[in-house]
């Protein structure tokens, strides 16, 4: 059985009090009112992750992920943060190839399968965001593009390896826009990348990846989106800063 998880990307934002103040309140409503066996992964500012991880520590639902690692293992890279850092505090997901990453700070497929190595080299799973753009959509072979990314940056992988990896597909025209995608339109994705990874790696393997949606969640899609046979759970942006809110995405997983 394939992990059902929800995780929140906070992005850059939250205050050191803020940030405290969101992850125990998670913790506390999620310890009273989340049933089941959901993996709840919180995307803080790495600066807040060694603070957040005593809070955590108390539910045995919740993990934390950086977002972002370096692709070097060490040295003369000011600013970085190296996976062997992040493994060193206790972290145990790292997004890689987030689309922010990907357009802002030009992340390739190549750069991205090199994180992802040293991600897994250090024992931390990376949760690898897919998707494609407004404009591939409409005028490409859209999902042709996102399995392209996931040959890329994941096809070198032993099975072994891909199996402690989590796929995250977010179309960019869906994130931060308030435009969901369509149940129909994400099953569509998650079932062709399922089918992808089982054409590399066997179906026994791609049945047990789990591949969440994001883009855009919120607690009034999340029932529709999740109840999807393909769509194991949602990285959810925006909608996570909200206590209230992401509970209700968490519960309707
Ligand atoms: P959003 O962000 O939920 O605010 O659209 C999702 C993401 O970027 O991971």
């Known amino acids: 059985m394939r992990k059902k998880i929800v995780a929140g990307n906070w992005k850059m934002n939250k205050l050191a009090d803020e940030a405290v103040a969101l992850a125990s309140e998670l913790v506390n409503i999620a310890n009273d009112e989340v049933k089941g066996d959901v993996k709840v992964i919180l995307c803080p500012p790495a600066i807040y992750l060694t603070t957040l991880k005593k809070y955590i520590e108390t539910s045995p639902n919740f993990a934390l992920a950086a977002q972002n690692c370096s692709d070097k293992a060490s040295g003369a890279f000011t600013g970085e943060i190296s996976a062997a850092m992040l493994q060193s505090i206790g972290i ?10 990907r357009q802002y700070f030009a992340e390739s497929n190549e750069l991205l399968a090199a994180k992802v190595n040293i991600a897994l080299e250090n024992g931390i799973s990376p949760i690898f965001c897919c998707g494609e753009s407004l404009d591939q959509r409409q005028n490409e072979d859209y999902i042709g593009f996102v399995k392209n990314q996931i040959s890329e940056s994941l096809f070198h992988l032993s099975a072994e390896q891909l199996q402690k990896v989590v796929i995250a597909y977010e179309p960019i025209w869906a994130i931060g ?11 569509e994705m998650h079932a062709a990348l399922r089918a992808h990874l089982a054409g590399k790696y066997g179906s026994e393997v791609a049945e047990e990846i789990s591949i969440l949606y994001g883009g855009s969640v919120t607690a009034a899609s999340a029932d529709e989106l999740f109840a999807s046979p393909d769509i194991d759970g949602g990285l959810v942006g925006g909608a996570s800063l909200k206590s209230r809110e992401f509970i209700n995405i968490i519960k309707a997983r």
Not at 92 to 101: F, K, M, N, Q, T
Not at 177 to 186: F, I, K, N, P, Y
């Open 92 to 101: 145990e997901y790292v997004l890689i190839g987030h689309s922010e990453r």
């Open 177 to 187: 826009t308030g435009l969901t995608a369509s149940a129909e339109q994400a099953q």
